[in-house]
């Protein structure tokens, strides 16, 4: 009976121990948050500005394919990206090892950049620098706090405070039987009818959870085409509006 109890400890902190070692490196990995001299600048130059936005689906996984794509397909000397995540996104792009070339802003650097009057809030400063908005993948979870109005983090607060005169795209990205619940019809019903969002329709396929059915992100051509054809009407009207 002792010999047993005396296993089980032994068993449990091996188990705390790698726990331990996990969530060090998982620490050691962040990048520290950004000060208030961090600051963002609108492009001169006539480029398009993008900010793409992250939130916890699995499908961010392919958030560094999506943006390779859209410079790829639309060119750098067209766009620049900036990218936000939400808290459980950038946890699963660490988990996954996601490489990015450019700086992702994350909830901490909103409270670390404002110190006192005069200094950047950072969601109105991405909002302001942003021509136009995807989120991909939106997740249940964003997806319903958008709906009802909620803005408890970096990414709900940009699209809370977004100027509904641009344009914004969201791809969802969930389980199948959260894409067929009711409540996500409502909440995809208010960022369409009411907000004007553009929904990218999410696709059907085996999900990583072994569930097959409709709720798979959609595929990165799609999104690039809309983006790229979006970017393409955009610059033509400048560029008649400059001619006039
Ligand atoms: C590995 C993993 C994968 C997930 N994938 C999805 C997903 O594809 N879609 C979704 O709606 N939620 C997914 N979730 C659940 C969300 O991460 C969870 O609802 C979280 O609260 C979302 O937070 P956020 O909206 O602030 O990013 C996943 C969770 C984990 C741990």
Redesign the pocket.
Known sequence: MQQQGQMKRQRLSSEEDNLNDDSREFKAERRPPLTRSHKITRDETGKHQLLLVL?????VMKAPELVNELYEKIGKERLTIKIVT????EK?CRIQRLEFEDLIYEDRDEWSMWRERGDPVLHIELRKWADSLLIA?L????MAKVANGLCD?LVTSIIRAWDLSKPCYFAP???TH?WENPLTMQHRNVLKSQLKFKEICPIQKELICGDAGVGAMASIGTIVSLIAALVKDQQAIRSIADKA
């Open positions: 939130t916890g689906s699995i499908a939400t808290e459980n996104a699963l993948p997740d249940a979870n964003t983090n990205a969930m389980n959260m």
